[in-house]
Every structure is written in C-alpha cells, then in structure tokens.
C-alpha cells in the first residue's frame, strides 16, 4: 500500500518557540493532504485541509496564523506550530490522498515544556 | 460532528470472530462505509469500504444491512495485535475528508 511518512516521530521544544512537522507521500503523489491533532484518550480532529499550490483550508476554532501549513508539492505537505505553548502538546498526524483513498502517517508526538 | 454511533468498547476472545457494529441511520445513497483502526500512538490503518454490498479482503469482511443504516466490522479470527480502536465512518467517495467519531476500543482477551 501507499506510504506516508513524517518527521519528526517525536519533538520536545520550549515554551513559546516554533516547530515544523513535515509529511511526505513516498510513494505516489498526493493531490491533498490532511493535519490532524489527537489529544489522549480522545479521537482524531481534522485541523486542516491543503492541496498543492494553494492555501490551506482550515476547520472551524484551528487557528490558521497559528498552525502555518505549506504544501509546495505533490509528495511534501508541512505543517508550523508558532509561538507553541504546553496546551499545544499534542500527536499530530497527516494524511494524503490520491481521491478516494487516505493515507496516513504515522504520527509526531509534540511536547511542549 | 461524526454520523456513526459505535460502542465506545467491546472484548474478544483471542481466536474468536470479532463482530464491530456501526449504527449510519441517516447515511445517504451516495455515501460509503468505510472503517480504519488506531493502534495506540500510531496513524489510522485503513481496514475496509463498502457501499450496499458485502465486503471481504484479507483483513476483515463488512456486512452492510440491506437498508444500508447498520453494518457490521467482522475480524474472523482475533489475535492480540487487533487491539485497537476501530473507527466506522461515512463518506461520500469523491469527498476527501474523514471525520473521525470516538471509535470502538476492541481489547483481544489472550
């Protein structure tokens, strides 16, 4: 099957500095990709939507000047956590779709002290 | 908000059939079902979709009643390692957003 893969699997920074999560379809080309964010014990939360070449589509109460996302190509979507703070602490995952099927990846574990 | 009911939990014997079940009473004609599993802290696997018509593939079959408003997840013979949270969810296919509801966190009793 298709491939998703991120990077960082997991990133510790400080209080009010910004990290970047990358998300790469390895194997096929991804017309749009997807952020998502899942606190413990709870289910996933679509935060974004992004399609190559275009700004990101963001869900209702995600702040989009917050959680920066760029899709610059086919297989490389990446999404900006700025200013990040402890309630941002967080598993984000992304997924890619070639139409009707998603891939997703395997997760980042962000934690924010 | 997500348009499945599932029990938030359910046990299974290893090596016995494990049966999910999934409420979509106000699915439309032209939504799938379609079901993914979360094993702890990794992304959701993609299990199996279905229209109208009975599913199988080598991991699992999905029974879609006839009025289309229930279906059923079947794991035909558990192991330990399906452990996880499955998530049933609704979709028109040429939609590429997925929705997550709270999902069914199977536990496989050895």
């Known amino acids: 099957g298709a491939v998703v893969s991120q990077h960082p699997s997991r990133v510790i920074c400080k209080s009010g500095t910004s990290v970047k999560i990358e998300c790469r379809s390895l194997d096929f080309q991804a017309t749009t990709m997807f952020w998502y964010r899942q606190f413990p014990k709870q289910s996933l939360m679509l935060m974004a939507t992004s399609n190559e070449g275009s700004k990101a589509t963001y869900e209702q109460g995600v702040e989009k000047d917050k959680f920066l996302i760029n899709h610059a190509s086919l297989t490389l979507s990446t999404l900006t956590v700025t200013s990040a703070h402890p309630e941002d602490s967080s598993f984000y995952i992304c997924s890619a779709s070639t139409g009707p099927e998603q891939y997703f990846g395997p997760g980042t574990r962000l934690t924010v002290t | 908000d997500a348009k499945t009911t599932q029990p938030p939990s359910m046990d299974c014997a290893e090596g016995r059939a494990a049966n999910l079940p999934c409420n979509h009473s106000t699915i439309s004609g032209n939504e799938y079902v379609y079901w993914y599993r979360q094993i702890h802290s990794q992304g959701p696997q993609y299990i199996i979709h279905?229209?109208?018509n009975n599913e199988t593939n080598e991991m699992a079959s999905l029974i879609i009643t006839e009025d289309r408003k229930s279906s059923t997840l079947i794991l035909p013979h558990a192991t330990l390692r399906d452990t996880a949270v499955y998530y049933c969810?609704?979709?028109?296919?040429?939609?590429?957003?997925?929705?997550f509801g709270k999902g069914t966190r199977l536990h496989i009793l050895p």
């Open positions: 969810i609704v979709r028109v296919a040429t939609s590429d957003k997925i929705i």
């Open positions: 279905g229209l109208k």
